[in-house]
């Protein structure tokens, strides 16, 4: 008994951290997976939110041209983005970074010293993420439309990079620069 509580006292920050991103992860993640539930995807129901980012990435990509449209799916819940009159790419839940941005504020609150600047941090690097997936998902479409035989590597490696890559290095300045942890440590 001893030897595991000398265990748990010498492992005390990275159990705090632990359980402070599980919580966090945890509710999160179930509250929205609530809010996905007042959809029907067998009637072909997209979120809201999905509908903002396919819509916003059209709107981006109106601003490089005038031949851009998103158009619900009518086959499943999914929302087609067209350009030049061609069906190039469809954004699905999955594209809106909702759960990329519950990931990255989970991190960031399981490291935070200080409410105020958590918040913060956390309110900036959602809409950054949300931000940069719009133009990943733009960038993308026009890619798809010159480069469709490239669509696994595109689709599958170089955009996902991108925007976890981002993710990563948001999560790296939080720890070392913003969130108290490091001075605290010292």
Known sequence: MHVLKNTINQYKPFFAFLIKFLLFYVVFTFIYKMYLSQYDVAKNEVDYFTEIVSNQTKQFMLFFTDNAQSIKHHKEPSLKIFYKEKYVARVI??????????????????????????????????????????????????????????????????????????????????????????????
């Open 93 to 186: 839940e999955g594209c809106n970074a909702v759960s990329i941005m519950i990931l990255f504020a989970a991190f960031v609150f399981a490291f935070s010293t200080q409410w105020k600047k958590t918040l913060l941090f956390i309110v900036f690097g959602i809409v950054l993420i949300h931000v940069l997936n719009v133009i990943r998902i733009a960038l993308l479409s026009f890619a798809l439309y010159y480069y469709p035989q490239y669509e696994e590597l595109l689709h599958g490696t170089i955009f996902p990079l991108f925007i976890y890559g981002v993710v990563f290095v948001l999560w790296i300045l939080w720890v070392t620069k913003f969130s108290g942890y490091v001075k605290r440590t010292n």
